[in-house]
């Protein structure tokens, strides 16, 4: 049964907005023309695509068509370019976690918008959460932690994005007098782990786990410092530098504050999180493009 292109780019549309009104707004037509072309969809495939919530959310079944949906456009730009035609902006939804966004992945992206003009719609989640979205057809690639391509996807390793334990110099002072500074290890174990157990930590949100696997690497219950949480990750860096806690930071991100003694290491082994690059397996000029962009960028400033 071949699926209707208006209805499904009528589809993605509303789940972009949000809303059928939203939707309306950006394809310039009416909110009822809007209702008429999704129900006309739902009505030739034979399933129910949306849950009339606020905003719209998409049923599972929703999925394949908003993929077929996005990859519609994306050979309709490539060829407009390919033919010398003015082609239109085009929008690739991508995901990306919150430390890659706010340390080397906005870069790559100004690059391709100044030569491709492209219009990026960004999804931030967890790197081991922004896979699910190219499951689901929101976005056309992501930076992820799994190295096994989701379906319909191909992969490349991007490197490692390592964190180390740091603190502001009074918090540790105050907090950790007997955890040996600079990134040594040695010390009283029994005055180290109970220093530890005591000191206030961030995470950034549930689901940060990092903070948790250095306690216990360090033979140090995570059940019992005391938690701030911080989902921000620009925020995030700048409760730690202010000496809300301890907690740890892409190098990336702290090795200016390092150098300017505003930061401290803690000791420890970093923590290394393998970041991937995954996209839809469409043979896309514009989508080879930008991941040629980001796989550049990502094993150029990334750890081996």
């Not at 990026?120 to 959460?129: G, I, K, T, V, Y």
């Not at 690059?277 to 980001?294: G, H, M, Y």
Request: net charge negative; charged share 20%; hydrophobic share 50%.
């Amino acid at each position: 049964m071949p699926i209707p292109a208006l209805g499904a780019a009528t589809l993605a549309a509303v789940l972009d907005a949000g809303s059928m009104e939203a939707a309306a707004r950006s394809l310039h037509i009416t909110p009822s023309a809007v209702s008429q072309r999704i129900r006309a969809l739902e009505d030739e495939v034979g399933r129910v695509l949306l849950v009339r919530t606020k905003p719209l959310r998409a049923t599972p079944d929703a999925h394949a068509i908003v993929r077929f949906a996005r990859q519609v456009a994306l050979l309709e730009h490539d060829a407009a370019v390919s033919l010398g035609h003015g082609a239109g902006p085009v929008t690739l939804p991508l995901a990306v976690n919150a430390d890659s966004l706010s340390t080397w992945f906005l870069a790559p992206l100004a690059r391709l918008s100044a030569r491709h003009g492209v219009v990026f719609d960004l999804h931030r989640d967890d790197q081991e959460f922004t896979a699910g979205m190219l499951e689901d057809g929101t976005v056309t690639g992501a930076v992820t932690s799994r190295a096994v391509p989701v379906g319909g996807c191909r992969v490349q390793p991007l490197g490692v994005l390592r964190y180390e334990a740091v603190a502001a110099p009074a918090f540790a002072e105050a907090w950790l007098p007997d955890v040996p500074l600079g990134g040594g290890d040695g010390g009283d174990a029994d005055a180290l782990a109970a220093a530890l157990e005591r000191a206030p930590l961030i995470d950034f949100d549930r689901r940060d786990d990092l903070q948790t696997q250095w306690l216990a690497a360090r033979g140090v219950d995570p059940a019992l410092p005391p938690r701030h949480r911080v989902p921000a990750s620009h925020d995030f860096a700048t409760a730690t530098v202010a000496g809300l806690g301890w907690a740890l930071l892409p190098t990336l991100q702290s090795q200016s504050a390092l150098e300017a003694g505003r930061l401290v290491r803690l000791g420890g082994d970093p923590i290394d999180v393998p970041l991937y690059w995954q996209q839809w397996n469409l043979r896309s000029i514009l989508l080879d493009a930008v991941a040629a962009e980001i796989v550049d960028e990502g094993r150029r400033v990334l750890a081996v």
